[in-house]
């Protein structure tokens, strides 16, 4: 299992959380995302995967959700 925290910029509220989470428990191998919300500013988003995750995918599934990798 490995884990990973991006910074994720553009969150405001729960929904945020819900739609960021959404989009990166999509991808293969992703077992939980946590979501430390800094709302208007940049939070922290630890993700837990079965293995490395490719960081463009990663990027795309943020940017899918609205949102920008820091």
Known sequence: ???HT???TGM???HC???VTE???ALD???SVTI???AGGTSDVTVHSSAPLDPADVAEAVDEAG???A
Do not use: F, K, N, S
Request: with cysteine; aromatic share 8%.
């Open 29 to 31: 191998g992703v077992t």
């Open 36 to 38: 430390d919300l800094a």
């Open 67 to 69: 949102y920008v990798l």
């Open 23 to 25: 989009e990166l428990t």
């Open 6 to 8: 991006y910074r994720v």
């Open 17 to 19: 959380v819900q739609a």
């Open 1 to 3: 299992m490995t884990t």
């Open 12 to 14: 405001t509220c729960e």
